[in-house]
């Protein structure tokens, strides 16, 4: 940031060291999906490669007459706002309804696939419950059909990498912030198919960086810190996830204790993340009685900065009123030791 200070679209000798840069981080952003260093654009987050991976098949669904995308009701808005924005222009968007546990049957997914349909957009983990989506069997459902497969991976990427190393899934988002790199910095994994590229076009244009896809000088700190978290994350995979087991075997102690209501499917749950009530409990009550001693959510943390009932607590069959009383609870590796039986008697002190 402060000595490298070349563009990498530059000719002269400062610009080739931050161009190598580049190339040596796109490898391993590659690496940690499996695919090759061409298949990686970057882009500002999950957000943005979401907006690209969706918003930029409708010329080619326009094109080719498949009009029908399948999705869930639980993707981040990130995704639902440009299927949303598809809608209005004649596609026909059609969203699952995931069961209790939070997750969606590839079973349905398979069962509302259509000779029209352009693309299953289904993300990787939902983040407001942690509830892995199958997505390896609904690859599994879409062997032999044409669609593109498109999962928002944010909450994965970088974490659990066995699901996203699979061929038939075209299109990954995915945010460096979520795994420890810097915020603003992203990508869009484009698996080609054998030789062929998924026909994204772009949405903005202008320099023709990343291959003319998502043109503008490339912020070259951020996608080198991008890269370094995505080295660290494949090394420390495993102390990582066994440092946040240990913490949820106590999480969901402290949830007992309090007689909380797990929500979700816990056996495919994600290690650090744990969403639950507790009956006849407030979720405004629950933070603010321990907001000195553990950072809670209710609703998204990306989605505003008001509070929202969950869709995602609502599409899993939650009243308005059962869902606003689910919080979330999270941390990582690195998570310091929690004070889990005050906070406990904290709560029983509400009851
Ligand atoms: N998708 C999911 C599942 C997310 O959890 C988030 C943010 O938390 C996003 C997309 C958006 O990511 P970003 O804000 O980095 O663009």
Known sequence: MTVEFGNEG???EHGSRARQAVQRSRGAVATLAGVNADDVVFTSGATESNNMAILGLAEHGEATGKRHILSTQIEHKAVLEPLEALGKRGFEIELLRPNAGGWVEPEAVRAALRTDTLLVSVMHANNETGILQPIAEIAECLK????FFHTDAAQTFGKSAADLNNNRIDLISASAHKFFGPKGIGALIMRKRGFERIPIRPLTFGGGQERGLRPGTLPVPLIVGMAKAAEIAIRDRTSRQQNCQAIR?????????IGGLVHGDMSR???HIISF???GLDSEALLLTLKD???FSNGSACTSARYQHSHVSVAMGLSNEAASGIVRLSWCHMT???PWNEAAE???ALM
Do not use: W, Y
Request: aromatic share 4%; proline share 6%.
């Open 277 to 279: 009530s507790v009956p």
């Open 144 to 147: 032999n059909h044409s669609a």
């Open 249 to 257: 075997r106590d999480a969901s102690q402290f949830v007992k204790q």
């Open 269 to 271: 749950c994600q290690s």
């Open 346 to 348: 904290r709560v029983k």
């Open 336 to 338: 310091p030791q929690i």
């Open 10 to 12: 530059s000719r002269h």
């Open 293 to 295: 001693l553990i950072s």
